[in-house]
């Protein structure tokens, strides 16, 4: 089982739709979640923290479920500008800095 | 503040052959970190390096060395290109994470390296 899995889509939405994605991980004693994202040939850029209370930045919401091991991002009224692919990060146990990344959720809005 | 620096963007290699990827950042990071990223595989870590003068492999470390020169330096060097290291290289910093958790990561541009 990988450390963190990811549907890697495509997801091809509709521009003003709402798209959900979700990430689970096998770590039970991660401690850190975050999303990135991803452009085209581009470097990956944070989007944001999970926090285990859930936690919302505009549009996006992401969420952690630990007794369930997965995290979910929900994007509201998309636009062009979020196509991209979507990233679930873990990080490693505590007192350790390093990062596991899924393979990434590629999403496609439609005009 | 130019953030986390890579060179070069592009670099073509034939097989055998050696070369020094760079990275500098300049946002006083204790950690750094180089990446390699495949089609279908996510990134993965090939080194990090916690603090200046301590390097550490990761899940991919073999045909790479590394050197953590100082604060804001870390380069990765491959002594002996192989066509099975064609990928993305992306070098990352971040400032060392708080309670020992792991912190935000900021991410070079990249480079992109074939190997013949």
């Known amino acids: 089982r990988k450390e963190v899995e990811q549907d890697p889509g495509p997801f091809n939405v509709p521009e003003g739709a709402t798209v959900a994605f979700n990430c689970t991980y096998s770590?039970?004693?991660?401690?850190?979640f975050f999303w990135y994202r991803q452009d085209c040939r581009k470097e990956p850029k944070l989007l944001m923290s999970v926090y285990s209370s859930g936690n919302e930045d505009g549009r996006f919401t992401a969420q952690l479920n630990r007794a369930s091991q997965y995290i979910s991002l929900l994007i509201r009224d998309s636009k062009l500008s979020d196509s991209a692919t979507y990233l679930c990060?873990?990080?490693?146990?505590?007192?350790?800095?390093?990062?596991?990344f899924g393979t990434g959720t590629r999403l496609t809005i439609i005009p | 503040n130019a953030g986390v620096t890579q060179t070069p963007k592009f670099q073509v290699l034939k097989t055998g052959q050696s070369m020094t990827l760079q990275c500098a950042q300049d946002?006083?990071?204790?950690?750094m970190y180089w990446y390699r990223q495949d089609p279908g595989m996510g990134l993965r870590l090939i080194y990090y390096?916690?603090?200046?003068?301590?390097?550490d492999k990761g899940e991919v470390p073999n045909g790479y060395n590394v050197s953590r020169l100082n604060k804001r330096e870390f380069s990765l060097r491959l002594e002996s290109a192989a066509p099975s290291q064609t990928s993305v290289y992306f070098c990352?910093?971040?400032?060392?994470?708080?309670?020992?958790?792991?912190?935000?990561?900021?991410f070079g541009p990249g480079t992109r390296l074939t190997v013949l």
């Open positions: 390096s916690a603090s200046e003068g301590t390097t």
């Open positions: 770590n039970s004693a991660s401690q850190s």
């Open positions: 990060v873990v990080g490693a146990n505590f007192g350790n800095e390093k990062l596991t």
């Open positions: 946002m006083n990071h204790n950690s």
């Open positions: 990352a910093s971040s400032g060392g994470g708080a309670s020992g958790m792991a912190d935000t990561q900021y």
